[in-house]
């Protein structure tokens, strides 16, 4: 079968956040799908295999970590409708049936791709203690992101703080299903971004993500409410980095980005 590496949230290649994509005729047993993404070693492994038609959905979508599934990812869901639309194996808007529901991804005329997600549903918590220790920074604000992604959201006080974060992966492990999103106001909005943001997950086998499309479903919300804007550009600030626009609509949160084929290949197993 043929297996796809992608960079996501990019338009040129080793940039972005790389998501392994295979398109099956079923989903294999568990087993064999985690030791998949666990050779891959991407951030995600995405799964894929097309429904019958008539049906809520196009394809069935599973993403795998190099050490467990999850219930949702933006880059490696992008990294598939790209791969779908590239190859020719659907056209237009494709729905995906995942565990967080359906998921549409709608290819624009400019090349770009657009997801839509639900938004996260964002409480407000107190700082748990240490939790400023363990990331390097103090925290402004912290906030729960809900089921879907399991993060906690923590704003510190500038997109310098952002960039100078290194955290001890291991603490962070403590304070959260996921891990921590960190956030700051963009320094210069005429940069072409409002806000900046990193990810660490170290629950699912990841010390930093380059680009979270799920972690901007809380980044959307958090932002525009501070901003009074439903349309922004988020840039994630790991050393591939990547932006990734959003569109706050209610309980949906719109992610738009670009994709770039890097590898492709035979999965002789």
Same mark, same amino acid.
Request: aromatic share 6%; proline share 7%; with cysteine.
């Given at each position: 079968?043929?297996?796809?590496?992608?960079?996501?949230?990019?338009?040129?290649?080793?940039?972005?956040?790389?998501?392994?994509?295979?398109?099956?005729?079923?989903?294999?047993?568990?087993?064999?799908?985690?030791?998949?993404?666990?050779?891959?070693?991407?951030?995600? &492994?995405?799964?894929?295999?097309?429904?019958?038609?008539?049906?809520?959905?196009?394809?069935?979508?599973?993403?795998?970590?190099?050490?467990?599934?999850?219930?949702?990812?933006?880059?490696?869901?992008?990294?598939?409708?790209?791969?779908?639309?590239?190859?020719?194996?659907?056209?237009?808007?494709? /729905?995906?049936? *995942?565990?967080?529901?359906?998921?549409?991804? &709608?290819? +624009?005329?400019? +090349?770009?791709? &657009?997801?839509?997600?639900? *938004?996260?549903?964002?409480?407000?918590?107190?700082?748990?203690?240490?939790?400023?220790?363990?990331?390097?920074?103090?925290?402004?604000?912290?906030?729960?992101?809900?089921?879907?992604?399991?993060?906690?959201?923590?704003?510190?006080? !500038?997109? /310098? *703080?952002? /960039?100078?974060?290194?955290?001890?992966?291991?603490?962070?492990?403590?304070?959260?299903?996921?891990?921590?999103?960190?956030?700051?106001?963009?320094?210069?909005?005429?940069?072409?971004? !409002?806000?900046?943001?990193?990810?660490?997950?170290?629950?699912? +086998?990841?010390?930093?993500?380059?680009?979270?499309?799920?972690?901007?479903?809380?980044?959307?919300?958090?932002?525009?409410?501070?901003?009074?804007?439903?349309?922004?550009?988020?840039?994630?600030?790991?050393?591939?980095?990547?932006?990734?626009?959003?569109?706050?609509?209610?309980? /949906?949160?719109?992610?738009?980005?670009?994709?770039?084929?890097?590898?492709?290949?035979?999965?002789?197993?």
């Amino acid at each position: 079968m043929r297996i796809r590496i992608v960079d996501a949230f990019t338009d040129r290649p080793f940039a972005g956040n790389p998501a392994g994509v295979l398109l099956l005729d079923a989903f294999p047993d568990d087993d064999w799908l985690q030791q998949v993404a666990l050779e891959v070693n991407h951030a995600e &492994t995405a799964f894929a295999h097309r429904l019958p038609e008539d049906g809520d959905a196009d394809w069935a979508l599973r993403w795998f970590t190099p050490a467990t599934e999850v219930a949702m990812c933006g880059h490696a869901t992008l990294a598939t409708a790209h791969v779908l639309h590239t190859t020719g194996a659907h056209e237009g808007p494709v /729905r995906f049936a *995942t565990r967080s529901g359906v998921l549409i991804a &709608t290819p +624009g005329a400019d +090349g770009s791709i &657009t997801l839509d997600f639900p *938004t996260a549903p964002l409480t407000p918590v107190e700082a748990p203690e240490g939790v400023a220790e363990a990331l390097g920074a103090e925290p402004r604000a912290v906030l729960d992101t809900g089921p879907n992604t399991g993060d906690l959201l923590v704003e510190v006080a !500038d997109e /310098r *703080t952002v /960039r100078g974060l290194t955290p001890d992966h291991k603490a962070l492990a403590a304070y959260s299903e996921r891990g921590i999103i960190a956030t700051a106001r963009a320094d210069d909005p005429a940069a072409g971004y !409002d806000y900046v943001s990193r990810c660490f997950f170290p629950n699912v +086998g990841i010390d930093e993500d380059p680009v979270t499309g799920s972690a901007h479903t809380a980044l959307a919300p958090f932002w525009s409410e501070r901003l009074g804007r439903p349309d922004l550009t988020g840039l994630q600030a790991s050393p591939r980095s990547g932006r990734v626009r959003t569109g706050l609509r209610g309980e /949906r949160t719109l992610l738009s980005g670009r994709a770039v084929t890097v590898i492709e290949g035979d999965l002789l197993v």
